[in-house]
């Protein structure tokens, strides 16, 4: 098992930047990839990005590749997503999840965390 907590969600106006950030506690984190996924109002859950367990692989959504960040400190149990240049379709909940392989699929996932709020303003 692993329970995963993110934070640094909040209200920011378009162009602007924020850090989410995703605890890990319990099983080993090492041992997950780790991905991002979000959902906005009305919208399905999508992915965002993912990383490897060691951190030596990302993918990104087309979506957002060269404005968001997906990284890892495995010594610190916790991953980030850093986001610049944020438009208003980016509001969203934004998840974490870990699962034993990198993917794109929500499948892919076995464990998520409760979501931060993203609110992108015009």
């Known amino acids: 098992q692993v329970q995963l907590v993110e934070s640094g969600g909040g209200l920011v106006q378009a162009g602007g930047s924020l850090r989410l950030s995703c605890a890990a506690s319990?099983?080993?984190?090492?041992?997950?990839?780790v991905a991002w996924f979000r959902q906005g109002p009305g919208k399905e859950r999508e992915f965002v990005a993912t990383?490897?367990?060691?951190?030596?692989?990302?993918y990104y959504a087309d979506s957002v590749k060269g404005r968001f960040t997906i990284s890892r400190d495995n010594a610190k149990n916790t991953a980030y997503l850093q986001m610049h240049s944020l438009t208003p379709e980016d509001t969203a909940i934004y998840y974490c999840?870990?699962?034993?392989?990198?993917?794109?699929?929500?499948?892919?996932?076995?464990?998520w965390g409760q979501g931060t709020q993203v609110t992108v303003s015009s």
């Open positions: 999840a870990a699962g034993s392989i990198v993917g794109r699929s929500t499948t892919t996932y076995q464990y």
């Open positions: 319990g099983r080993t984190f090492g041992t997950f990839a």
């Open positions: 990383i490897s367990q060691s951190g030596s692989s990302t």
